[in-house]
């Protein structure tokens, strides 16, 4: 069995077994440890055998020996009676255990202890992007723009939180759902980010993930139905997930949107979402951040070409999304709208501006649009620094291919 096919196992079932092992055993880190044990276990007995046909459980139940082989090798004599019974326990609750999503889902379990209100909001979201997609922890300081050692130290804090506050891993009651939602969108929404444009690695997608905040999605939206910001946010990862096969080349390169063949859209998908959307804004109040990237989404969805695409509406959309999140990252994506609708000149303004405030100093998005905006302007050289400056900073292959392209198209 080669050993590539045992890491692509690895990265689709580490998140599920590592939620399964924290409900069992209560700590992130000894289910961590257990886990990589685990994985270590099957890549010697899996390279020699074959993946057996529910790899998932047998991680767990091999993780699950690793936990009491680690209780009996660190407790002492006079502590030997309290994690006996707690050994005692572990078995009892093992042997009942069936390890099936759809009669037990841990990561939904996991996803609303780790989004505990004990934590503050980027804590919650750093930890279950570790924890529940198994992002390494560089993964995820990029994602906050922060370093790697920043981020080492929060989800260490995060996670002696957890265990010092006694936070429990279940699903909330009724009555403290509401208080406790907005982080879980946020870590949704983040998880489907990282699936649908992974911030690095060698594949352009990630569907483990995209797939896996959908699911999760769905099941927040069956746990509070017509919740407007949960609605809002199914419809937007649907609707962005709905063009993911026409979003590569076979050879797994990138396709922009104005090249993409719309008959590999998902039409159902596109439907579907757009009902959210039309839900989720006709609710009363101030729509949720979501429901607006979502109108945008279905735009994009609904146009028959990228040539007949509303762009007026979609700036006006973003405009609503900046006073809602004004956020450097949509000013960004308002920017590229603008220059579809009012050219190249105006969002390039746009764009030094933004630049200039050196917010996205380190994203490597802002060089790369500012790169597009002034090869569209046939200001070459211009274009030129500014494609080498977004291949610096950019960490995912696909992307720097295509960077790497647009450079030799300009000579």
Known sequence: MSTSRIETVFRAEAGRVLATLIRLVGDFEYAEDAMQEAFAAALVQWSQTAIPDNPRAWLVNVARHKVIDRIRRQTSFQNKQREL????????????????????????????????????????????????????TEAVARAFLVSEETM??????????????????????????????????AVIYL????????????????????????????LVNALMPATPAIEGLLALVLLHDARRAARTTLDGELILLEHQDREL????????????VQRA????????????????????????????????????????????????VVALNHAAAVSMLDGPAKALNLIDSLAAR????????????????????????EAREAYRAALALARLEPERRFLQKRLVELG
């Open 281 to 328: 804004l006709g609710a009363k109040g101030i729509p949720s951040v979501y429901a607006v990237q979502a109108a945008i989404a279905a735009l994009h969805g609904k146009a028959k070409s990228f040539a007949e695409t509303d762009w007026a509406q979609i700036v006006g959309l973003y405009e609503v999304l900046l006073k809602l999140q004004p956020s450097p």
């Open 358 to 381: 050196e917010t996205l100093s380190g994203y490597h998005l802002l060089p790369a649009v500012r790169a597009d905006l002034l090869r569209r302007l046939d200001r070459r050289d």
């Open 191 to 218: 998880v489907f980010t990282e699936g649908y444009a992974p911030t690095t690695g060698s594949a352009a997608l990630r569907t483990d993930l995209s797939g896996e905040a959908i699911r999760l999605a769905r």
């Open 152 to 185: 080492a130290q929060r989800l260490v804090r995060a996670k002696t939180k957890i265990r010092t506050a006694g936070i429990p891993y279940e699903t909330p009651e009724p009555n403290q759902l509401a208080d406790r939602i907005d982080g879980v969108l």
């Open 265 to 276: 859209w998902d039409t159902a998908q596109i439907e579907e979402g757009a009902a959210l």
């Open 85 to 136: 019974e707690a050994e005692t326990s572990l078995n009892s609750h093992l042997a009942t255990d069936e390890i099936d999503d759809a009669l037990d889902d841990d990561m939904l379990r996991l996803i609303f202890t780790c989004c505990h209100p004990a934590l503050n909001i980027d804590s919650q979201v750093a930890l279950t992007l570790r924890a529940v997609c198994s992002l390494p």
